[in-house]
Each structure stands twice: as C-alpha cells, then as structure tokens.
C-alpha cells in the first residue's frame, strides 16, 4: 500500500474525527465525536467509512 498525504486533513481538520472513502484520502464527514461524524457520514449513505481522529497537534518522535 503506497503512502498516504494527510498534511492537508491535518490543517483543515485538526482535532476532529474524521470518515474518509475507501481512497484513504477524500473526506466524507468531520466532526468533534466520533458518533456525530460517523452519524453524518450514514446520513450520506456511507455505511463503513474509514474513521480516524486526526491529531490536534503533531509530535515529533525520533527513536
């Protein structure tokens, strides 16, 4: 599986759950819970979207 690109989920979505589609990287909902954001995206007719909360600050982790 090739590397995914979220630095721009990161800047416009920062603290929030997110659904994505099955890409991996087109957002279908966002929200601050997770039940609101995975409600939005059923609303949509998504029934399995892939969810992850996207960090509200990014770390660096050297080791």
């Keep these: 599986m090739a590397a995914r ?4 989920l990161y800047k416009k979505y920062r603290g929030q759950w997110v659904a994505l ?3 991996q990287v087109t957002v279908i909902a966002a929200a601050d819970s997770l039940a609101e954001a995975m409600e939005e995206a059923k609303r949509m007719g998504f029934e399995s979207p892939i969810m992850t909360k996207v960090p509200g600050e990014l770390k660096l982790l050297v080791g």
């Design 21 to 23: 589609q099955q890409d």
């Design 5 to 8: 690109d979220w630095s721009k």
